[in-house]
């Protein structure tokens, strides 16, 4: 039988703060016991001001103590909270989360965009794979419209093609505009024109996929499907691109007014709705896809199965992050990388990373970020060889990858940049930007990739078999090889002393 997890889930959103108490066993087995949402206009304030006021703080803390009366009322302890655009984007930030944690005890969690998108994902991907007749082997394009931000994911058949986050989200493009140029005759079209301008970078990248179905999700695309698509049902509709683009046409000119009386929806509501839709109709015009499908999962709902499936311990996580590793190999390659050296660094990383078993100190997450380091660590060859280091951190950081934060990509980033160089110090400003925990966990990684590296100096694949193995104070590397390896003993051996001050362990390099 089946072990039920019980929590319960909270989200800070720039719309609505909101609460789920949530029974969960398996994917296709989740019910939602308690839910509680209460509308808020916090998100406007942060894109308009940078920052909540203390009313809005305190009112905020008013709605979450009313949430934990409730989950102690059901008996619940484990609590997941989460806040995505309207904290991400407050300059108050610690602020508030400071005193959310006194006068409620949440301990909220801030999601980047790409964590956002991450967590959203999650649950949409096990819904594409339940619903894979409907697109077969086909690419998608996964839309998903923050109120900071839009990501653009391709799909198919279970992988991850390219992954695109741009800074214009609902909110924030509608907040861009003055209440005087909201008032114009004009807006409609110079929003359209702003979100032109915004994303037409990115369709070169795209068009070459052959893209054609759209697969959108959440709140707005329930009341795309409610309009276009009002006996559907189930967990998602379709409305083809032509009928959508004929349906904002028909607005002449989309405002949130006119959004008001037709779709009989807020005002706040009609504010995200309008760009959203503006959004939807430029991706649908300079992608020509068919079609749209429109699912009905929300944030809240993906972050709650998220968390059930880390509760049950589920291998869906796992496959996960394996998309995000063949995303960073499809990024690898299109920058030049020789596949065949990364996949053998990648191997010999993971390698000594789970030989040291606890004498790293290092969480499992740890161990993806090794991966990518492995995969990436020589990106800015494409660029320029005699300075490449330089040049793969800043490809690193300007890369968007699935699921993991900005913190946990700037590590990945000064991995690549300081395995083949000196010991970094604090003097190098690249050292200094990263916090002391972060420090920490790159130079571990940094000095396990650094040996991995060496075993591959030269590229030429000359190890055949490798083992690792700790005993004691030593971690002892064996290989099989034929042919000389002088530049791999001479380069493993520097590439110890790092190794030596970090683990205060020996590595030994020896023949089997």
Same mark, same amino acid.
């Given at each position: 039988?089946?072990?039920?997890?019980?929590?319960?889930?909270?989200?800070?959103?720039?719309?609505?703060?909101?609460?789920?108490?949530?029974?969960?066993?398996?994917?296709?087995?989740?019910?939602?016991?308690?839910?509680?949402?209460?509308?808020?206009?916090?998100?406007?304030?942060?894109?308009?001001?940078?920052?909540?006021?203390?009313?809005?703080?305190?009112?905020?803390?008013?709605?979450? +103590?009313?949430?934990?009366?409730?989950?102690?009322?059901?008996?619940?302890?484990?609590?997941?909270?989460?806040?995505?655009?309207?904290?991400?984007?407050?300059?108050?930030?610690?602020?508030?989360?400071?005193?959310?944690?006194?006068?409620?005890?949440?301990?909220?969690?801030?999601?980047?965009?790409?964590? +956002?998108?991450?967590?959203?994902?999650?649950?949409?991907?096990?819904?594409?794979?339940?619903?894979?007749?409907?697109?077969?082997?086909?690419?998608?394009?996964?839309?998903?419209?923050?109120?900071?931000?839009?990501?653009?994911?391709?799909?198919?058949?279970?992988?991850?093609?390219?992954?695109?986050?741009?800074?214009?989200?609902?909110?924030?493009?509608?907040?861009?505009?003055?209440?005087? +140029?909201?008032?114009?005759?004009?807006?409609?079209?110079?929003?359209?024109?702003?979100?032109?301008?915004?994303?037409?970078?990115?369709?070169?990248?795209?068009?070459?996929?052959?893209?054609?179905?759209?697969?959108?999700?959440?709140?707005?695309?329930?009341?795309?499907?409610?309009?276009?698509?009002?006996?559907?049902?189930?967990?998602?509709?379709?409305?083809?691109?032509?009928?959508?683009?004929?349906?904002?046409?028909?607005?002449?000119?989309?405002?949130?007014?006119?959004?008001?009386?037709?779709?009989?929806?807020?005002?706040?509501?009609?504010?995200?709705?309008?760009?959203?839709?503006?959004?939807?109709?430029?991706?649908?015009?300079?992608?020509?896809?068919?079609?749209?499908?429109?699912?009905?999962?929300?944030?809240?709902?993906?972050?709650?199965?998220?968390?059930?499936?880390?509760?049950?311990?589920?291998?869906?996580?796992?496959?996960?992050?394996?998309?995000?590793?063949?995303?960073?190999?499809?990024?690898?390659?299109?920058?030049?990388?020789?596949?065949?050296?990364?996949?053998?660094?990648?191997?010999?990383?993971?390698?000594?990373?789970?030989?040291?078993?606890?004498?790293?100190?290092?969480?499992?997450?740890?161990?993806?970020?090794?991966?990518?380091?492995?995969?990436?660590? +020589?990106?800015?060859?494409?660029?320029?060889?005699?300075?490449?280091?330089?040049?793969?951190?800043?490809?690193?950081?300007?890369?968007?990858?699935?699921?993991?934060?900005?913190?946990?990509?700037?590590?990945?980033?000064?991995?690549?940049?300081?395995?083949?160089?000196?010991?970094?110090?604090?003097?190098?400003?690249?050292?200094?930007?990263?916090?002391?925990?972060?420090?920490?966990?790159?130079?571990?990684?940094?000095?396990?990739?650094?040996?991995?590296?060496?075993?591959?100096?030269?590229?030429?694949?000359?190890?055949?078999?490798?083992?690792?193995?700790?005993?004691?104070?030593?971690?002892?590397?064996?290989?099989?090889?034929?042919?000389?390896?002088?530049?791999?003993?001479?380069?493993?051996?520097?590439?110890?002393?790092?190794?030596?001050?970090?683990?205060?362990?020996?590595?030994?390099?020896?023949?089997?």
């Amino acid at each position: 039988m089946k072990r039920r997890f019980t929590y319960g889930v909270v989200h800070v959103g720039s719309v609505h703060t909101s609460l789920v108490i949530v029974s969960f066993a398996a994917l296709d087995d989740v019910e939602i016991i308690e839910r509680v949402r209460k509308e808020t206009g916090f998100g406007e304030e942060v894109f308009r001001r940078g920052r909540l006021s203390f009313a809005s703080i305190r009112e905020l803390c008013r709605i979450l +103590e009313g949430f934990r009366r409730l989950l102690a009322d059901y008996g619940v302890t484990q609590v997941f909270a989460i806040g995505t655009s309207v904290l991400r984007e407050a300059k108050n930030r610690l602020g508030i989360l400071d005193q959310i944690r006194i006068r409620t005890g949440f301990a909220v969690e801030v999601a980047d965009m790409t964590q +956002e998108i991450y967590y959203k994902f999650f649950a949409l991907s096990h819904e594409l794979l339940e619903n894979a007749e409907n697109f077969g082997e086909k690419p998608v394009l996964l839309m998903d419209i923050t109120s900071s931000g839009l990501g653009l994911t391709g799909w198919q058949a279970g992988r991850l093609l390219f992954q695109q986050n741009v800074a214009s989200g609902s909110l924030s493009i509608f907040e861009r505009f003055s209440e005087k +140029e909201r008032e114009s005759l004009t807006f409609p079209s110079a929003v359209r024109d702003y979100i032109h301008a915004t994303l037409s970078p990115l369709w070169p990248s795209i068009e070459h996929h052959a893209i054609r179905h759209l697969v959108l999700s959440g709140l707005e695309a329930r009341t795309v499907a409610a309009l276009l698509a009002p006996g559907a049902g189930g967990s998602h509709a379709f409305v083809r691109g032509e009928d959508f683009l004929r349906f904002l046409d028909s607005f002449a000119g989309l405002t949130p007014q006119k959004l008001m009386t037709r779709c009989a929806v807020t005002e706040s509501r009609a504010n995200l709705l309008m760009p959203t839709l503006l959004l939807y109709g430029e991706v649908v015009r300079a992608t020509r896809v068919k079609g749209m499908f429109l699912m009905s999962t929300t944030f809240l709902m993906s972050y709650s199965v998220y968390r059930g499936a880390q509760l049950a311990g589920l291998s869906c996580l796992a496959e996960q992050e394996e998309r995000t590793v063949q995303l960073a190999r499809t990024t690898a390659e299109k920058y030049g990388s020789t596949r065949e050296h990364c996949a053998r660094v990648e191997r010999a990383a993971g390698a000594i990373f789970c030989a040291l078993g606890d004498a790293h100190g290092l969480s499992p997450r740890a161990l993806l970020l090794l991966r990518l380091g492995a995969i990436l660590h +020589e990106t800015g060859k494409f660029v320029n060889l005699r300075r490449y280091s330089r040049y793969s951190y800043q490809i690193i950081l300007g890369t968007d990858f699935f699921g993991v934060s900005e913190a946990e990509k700037e590590i990945v980033a000064s991995v690549a940049y300081y395995y083949n160089r000196g010991n970094p110090d604090r003097k190098d400003e690249r050292y200094a930007r990263l916090s002391h925990e972060q420090q920490i966990v790159m130079l571990k990684l940094c000095a396990i990739l650094r040996l991995a590296d060496a075993l591959d100096q030269g590229h030429s694949g000359k190890i055949a078999k490798l083992s690792v193995k700790l005993s004691k104070e030593e971690l002892c590397v064996r290989f099989e090889a034929e042919e000389d390896v002088s530049l791999i003993r001479w380069t493993f051996a520097r590439a110890a002393a790092l190794f030596r001050e970090i683990f205060g362990i020996e590595p030994i390099l020896r023949k089997a």
